[in-house]
């Protein structure tokens, strides 16, 4: 847009266009910077609240103009976003990457036209890392290893094996890689803990709801559950609402299960006792994001991940207070 700025001048000045006598509160914003943003889709409450940070803190009041694609959860919907950000000639991309591979030749095309590509969210794999000036997001690793901590603590007396149902989260995410990969070495590690099946919820409710009622209904006999690790509360709302249709009890009497994100409809869950163990994953990156863009506004040189700090939450942990006070 910046590279847009001066041409227009010009033309207007040739044009002999009078400044305008608007009253200063009618005075449209003075656009400066035109941000184009490559959103996964809208596929749970984190999505739709990392969607409203960006939106909030990119507002024509404070002089951006955000260009906004909802990929509907497929890469080449992104890829061709990000193609038409660069013949736009924004200032900035914003990626909010599906999956972790098949960016590099799309990032070069914006490398190549000196667009900086900021990652917000989930990571990519590169062998090239400076096809992307920054990241800001979760740690999903770290994420996954409080899980398994907990889960080793709360099962450390448990007399025989620890049976453990796994719903995952969209397959080749860096979410549901950091997440999964925690748990498969933690089974791996622990003669008794086993999976009783990996299904797949794709991050949302509907699917594993879907999933799980069909497992469950193909056993030749009741499963003996111990825990279910959902990948996100979307999907954790989803099994829950499966294994209680079928009688199943959710809570420190019955099934333990742990979910991700902290979202209040989760906390709610987890103060009921449905859920055991919720740890955050915090989509209000909207501000560091303006700080990154800032950084390099002035010509310096961002680092290049920025970590969210994330918290664990267990229904001893909250009130209802804390709940209703949570932004999202
Ligand atoms: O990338 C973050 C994950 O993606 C969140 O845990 C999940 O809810 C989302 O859709």
Excluded at 174 to 198: D, I, K, M, P, T
Excluded at 210 to 227: K, S
Excluded at 313 to 319: A, M, S
């Amino acid at each position: 847009m910046k590279k847009l700025l001066a041409p227009l001048l010009a033309l207007c000045l040739l044009a002999g266009c009078a400044p305008a006598h608007h009253p200063p509160e009618e005075s449209a914003a003075i656009i400066h910077t035109v941000i184009g943003v490559s959103q996964v889709g809208a596929e749970s409450g984190f999505r739709v609240t990392n969607t409203e940070s960006i939106r909030s803190v990119f507002t024509e009041e404070a002089g951006y103009r955000l260009l906004f694609e909802d990929a509907r959860q497929k890469q080449e919907n992104q890829i061709a976003a990000i193609r038409k950000f660069i013949q736009q000639q924004v200032d900035y991309i914003l990626l909010m990457p599906l999956c972790v591979t098949g960016w590099d030749s799309v990032l070069q095309e914006a490398k190549a036209a000196g667009i900086p590509v900021i990652l917000v969210d989930r990571v990519i794999e590169t062998e090239d890392d400076s096809l992307y000036t920054a990241h800001v997001g979760s740690d999903f690793r770290w994420e996954g290893e409080q899980a398994v901590a907990w889960l080793e603590e709360t099962f450390r007396e448990a007399p025989g094996p620890v049976n453990i149902l796994h719903i995952r989260g969209t397959l080749d995410t860096s979410a549901q890689l950091g997440r999964s990969n925690a748990l498969e070495e933690a089974v791996a590690q622990h003669e008794s803990w086993s999976f009783l099946a990996q299904l797949d919820g794709d991050f949302t409710q509907a699917k594993t709801y879907e999933v799980t009622t069909q497992w469950l209904d193909n056993q030749p006999q009741r499963p003996d559950i111990h825990a279910v690790y959902c990948e996100n509360d979307n999907t954790a709302l989803g099994a829950i609402q499966a294994l209680e249709e079928r009688g199943y009890l959710c809570g420190p009497e019955g099934i333990r299960v742990i979910s991700f994100d902290a979202t209040r409809q989760g906390l709610d869950y987890c103060l009921e006792g449905k859920i055991s163990l919720e740890v955050e994953c915090d989509p209000l990156v909207g501000p560091q994001v303006e700080k990154i863009i800032q950084i390099l506004e002035r010509g310096d040189v961002p680092d290049k991940h920025y970590y969210t700090r994330e918290r664990l939450f267990t229904p001893e942990d909250l009130t209802r207070e804390f709940i209703d006070q949570r932004p999202y």
